[in-house]
């Protein structure tokens, strides 16, 4: 059995079948590899990735410099919520508190079906993250004056995980050229369906 199998490789945010495993040039026919095919299938399940809720608002109001993962503390009936997609990462932020740090105003909604006393939905939570990156985002947070955004929650194996963006707000002049960028996709996308249906005309 393989440990940490460095030949996969997951192209799909869904859970691939083994035909989506692929061998490297070196793994020609003849040098056969036997692999755990129970083992593998537990190794693509924790590798995989389904993403929960994305931050739409995140881009368009900052520039993204960096990104990194993190993971996040939660009460059962959190996890439960999350799983029925009842998370809103719209005004949400991160930001140190006691040399730890926390993911604010981001709303979690209440189960409705726990038995035990339910959460608060816009409680601070704790990100798991390593000590030399937090140490590492402050002096950047001081130098440039970088905000840290949830850009996506997200299952990674059977662990909720936090996407983090390191971002610098747009200036209006940014914003003005995003939305004539996107009013240009649209108009484009709006010609090639005219023209698409003039073909099956």
Request: include cysteine; glycine fraction near 6%; charge should be positive.
């Amino acid at each position: 059995r393989f440990d940490t199998p460095p030949f996969l490789r997951v192209g799909s945010n869904l859970l691939p079948s083994m035909a989506d495993l692929t061998l490297p040039p070196s793994c020609g026919s003849s040098n056969a590899i036997l692999l755990d095919t129970a083992f593998l299938e537990e190794y693509i399940i924790a590798m995989s990735e389904r993403v929960i809720a994305t931050n739409k608002n995140a881009l368009r109001l900052y520039h993204i410099d960096e990104k990194l993962e993190a993971g996040i503390e939660l009460a059962g009936s959190e996890v439960k919520s999350i799983r029925a997609g009842s998370i809103a990462l719209k005004d949400g932020y991160a930001r140190l508190k006691n040399d730890e740090l926390y993911l604010f105003n981001v709303h979690i909604s209440e189960y409705k079906n726990s038995s035990i006393q339910n959460h608060d939905p816009k409680r601070s939570r704790r990100l798991l993250i390593h000590r030399k990156q937090i140490k590492r985002l402050i002096g950047k947070q001081r130098e440039k004056g970088y905000t840290l955004i949830p850009l996506k929650v997200y299952f990674k194996g059977k662990w909720i995980k936090v996407e983090l963006g390191l971002g610098r707000g747009k200036k209006k002049y940014d914003k003005r050229e995003d939305i004539k960028k996107r009013e240009h996709t649209i108009a484009i996308q709006r010609e090639l369906k005219k023209h698409r249906l003039k073909k099956t005309a």
